[in-house]
């Protein structure tokens, strides 16, 4: 079964420092991979989203991830880290299996900012 | 541009008693999902529908059921509350079954507390 692995259940970083936010996934073939971020109070919102081709994957708010095959990783970052994205981060991969694009969610990363 | 809306935003209810839980999905799309999502935990998904139907099924028991009416607006019902019920239940919408190009959009979620 797929799976994925966020192995920091928090993370603190001062402000204007970068970030790197790590997810492993299971999957059986080449999966579809996504991060989003819930603020409190708010839904989910994609940040950032790969299928195929290029492995650096660029999304908004400055973030970037890159999928690395043999790592079966999906890191997260941002090279300076602003007081508004604290926040809960979540990776998560798919399809399911029977094909539909519903994504798998990693149990979260919460980011802490320092001022 | 209404995005998705989910009602109601907090309820509390008994355990044994009945939740109906409720979602309408953005503009434009014609496919449900809901997700369970407890306290610390990333969001666990319970079922979609498309085309007034249920379409796939994560690991929740009969207890969950849910309803997708023409309009593409959709239901959650939840009997026989237990506490471990206690969660954010969340509302995500897509085109044609989330294919890889269309956005998955999330709802800002139904807070269930069961006591």
């Known amino acids: 079964a797929q799976s994925v692995t966020q192995p920091d259940i928090h993370i603190t970083v001062s402000e204007g420092a970068s970030l790197e936010l790590r997810c492993n996934y299971s999957?059986?073939?080449?999966?579809?991979l996504f991060w989003y971020v819930q603020s409190p109070g708010q839904g989910l919102q994609l940040l950032l989203k790969y299928f195929s081709g290029d492995t650096l994957v660029q999304g908004i708010k400055g973030f970037e991830a890159e999928f690395k095959r043999s790592q079966s990783s999906f890191n997260l970052r941002k090279p300076s880290v602003h007081w508004s994205d604290a926040a809960e981060y979540f990776c998560?991969?798919?399809?399911?299996?029977?094909?539909?694009?519903?994504?798998?969610f990693g149990r979260g990363t919460s980011l802490i900012v320092h001022p | 541009d209404a995005g998705v809306t989910q009602s109601p935003t907090h309820l509390i209810k008994t355990r044994g008693q009945q939740v109906t839980l409720r979602c309408s999905p953005k503009?434009?799309?014609?496919?449900v999902s809901w997700y369970q999502q407890a306290l610390g935990q990333g969001p666990q998904f319970i079922f979609q529908y498309y085309e007034e139907e249920e379409r796939q099924r994560g690991n929740f028991p009969d207890r969950f059921s849910g309803h997708q009416f023409p309009n593409y607006s959709s239901e959650l019902n939840v009997n026989a509350l237990l506490l471990g019920d206690s969660a954010l239940y969340l509302c995500?919408?897509?085109?044609?079954?989330?294919?890889?190009?269309?956005?998955?959009?999330f709802g800002e979620g139904s807070w269930l507390t069961v006591v």
């Open positions: 999957y059986g073939a080449t999966p579809y």
């Open positions: 995500a919408s897509s085109s044609r079954l989330g294919l890889p190009g269309n956005t998955i959009y």
């Open positions: 998560a991969v798919g399809p399911l299996p029977g094909g539909s694009y519903i994504p798998t």
């Open positions: 503009s434009g799309h014609d496919t």
